[in-house]
Nanobody
């Protein structure tokens, strides 16, 4: 069965860093475009970053230069390195896998940026 399991969230001070991981199983990971999305309280879910099956990445303007998405096909894992975190980065971060009509989501991991 398909699973996307996020980890690595937590409480961090402004300016700090976190590395989020998303472990995938149950599908051919290397075929899928993978992404990270986030949803803050009272707001819509928004794109953070995506990485294609070929390794091409794309970022929301709000995180460019601070976040880096990467993937390890052998480990079936996608990562999001988050640096220089700001209070406005506080949200639940969700992992997504997409290929043709298939669209999979994880349960999310909470990131809280606060002093």
């Amino acid at each position: 069965q398909v699973q996307l399991v996020e980890s690595g969230g937590g409480l961090v001070q402004p300016g700090g860093s976190l590395r989020l991981s998303c472990a995938a199983s149950g599908f051919t990971f290397s075929n899928y475009a993978m992404g990270w999305y986030r949803q803050a309280p009272g707001k819509l879910r928004e794109l953070v970053a995506t990485i294609s099956s070929g390794g091409i990445s794309n970022y929301a303007d709000s995180v460019k230069g601070r976040f880096t998405i990467s993937r390890d096909n052998a480990k079936m894992t996608v990562y999001l390195q988050t640096n220089s975190l700001k209070a406005e980065d506080t949200a639940v971060y969700y992992c997504n896998g997409r290929y043709l009509w298939r669209d999979y989501w994880g349960q999310g991991t909470q990131v809280t940026v606060s002093s």
